[in-house]
């Protein structure tokens, strides 16, 4: 395994702190958006808005914030410099940006094979997810079309963009090298807290569990969190995109 650039203060997590660290702001995004989402659903919006609305606002600030703090620590200073001196795998992407096609193709062909064993998986729970959590959702039905425009715009902005972004500095570039464990072994429990963490699709966690371990490994292996970052934009602008092609038809 090839090890991460050099990083200020690369020390590792207790088991406690990275299971904290890696499930709890989810848990804070997920709880606020089943409390907002009847709020956003009497504004005339779809309930999934509220989801998007916590993961930009609550989750990617708790993790922003998680970033600063550690690089204060270590500079003294509040910066994306002293940020970026606690972050690994910094090494441009190069020669890598020629796999993201190719890696882009793979992501789609599992997830459209996983496709209908997750909607088997999420039927399984209507009774205990609310339904617009679930891929059979329609809470958009019905709705003006400059409505849903609007709000998935807003989406592939905050969900397609600004989340992804945060997501990878906080989990491969800033948590992933300060695991308990080391080496290889520190791929499939990354790959899986991530997973887990997406408390609102556990109809998804294996899905999403191989496609980040194919991922994690990459970016270890190229030593670019930026390829992390390139195709977890890809991957989730992909889908809202399809989305908004779908209501403009």
């Known amino acids: 395994m090839r090890a991460p650039m050099p990083v200020a203060d690369l020390r590792r997590l207790s088991w406690p702190t ?14 606020a958006a089943l409390l907002l ?5 009497r504004l005339g919006l779809p309930s999934t808005f509220a ?16 970033l600063v703090w550690a690089g204060s620590r270590v500079t003294g200073r509040v910066s994306w410099r002293s940020v970026a001196s606690v972050l690994a795998y910094r090494q441009r ?3 890598w940006i020629w796999w993201t096609p ?3 193709v793979v992501a789609l062909i599992v997830a459209i094979g996983w496709s ?5 998986l999420a039927g399984s729970l209507r009774r205990v997810y609310p339904s617009w959590l679930l891929p059979t959702d329609d809470s958009g039905a019905g709705r003006p079309v400059a409505v849903m425009v609007a709000v998935l715009l807003v989406t592939l902005v905050l969900d397609g963009v600004i989340v992804p972004i945060v997501e990878e500095l906080y989990f491969r570039a800033f948590l992933l090298p300060r695991l308990p464990v080391g080496g290889w072994r520190a791929v499939p429990i990354s790959a899986a807290l991530f997973a887990v963490q997406h408390y609102w699709q556990p109809f998804n966690w294996p899905l999403i569990f191989v496609l980040q371990v194919i991922l994690t490994a990459l970016v270890i292996y190229s030593r670019s969190i930026r390829l992390g970052i390139v195709m977890h934009v890809l991957t989730n602008c ?6 908004l092609v779908m209501v403009l038809r």
Not at 37 to 41: G, Q, R, S, T
């Open 51 to 66: 989801l998007t609305l916590s993961c930009a606002f609550l989750l990617g600030p708790i993790e922003v914030a998680a």
């Open 238 to 243: 992909f889908g809202i995109l399809l989305t």
């Open 102 to 104: 190719g890696l882009f």
């Open 93 to 95: 992407l190069g020669r």
């Open 116 to 120: 209908p064993v997750g909607g088997r």
């Open 18 to 31: 990275a299971l904290g660290a890696h499930l709890g702001p989810g848990l804070v995004a997920f709880v």
């Open 37 to 41: 989402a009847p709020a956003v659903a």
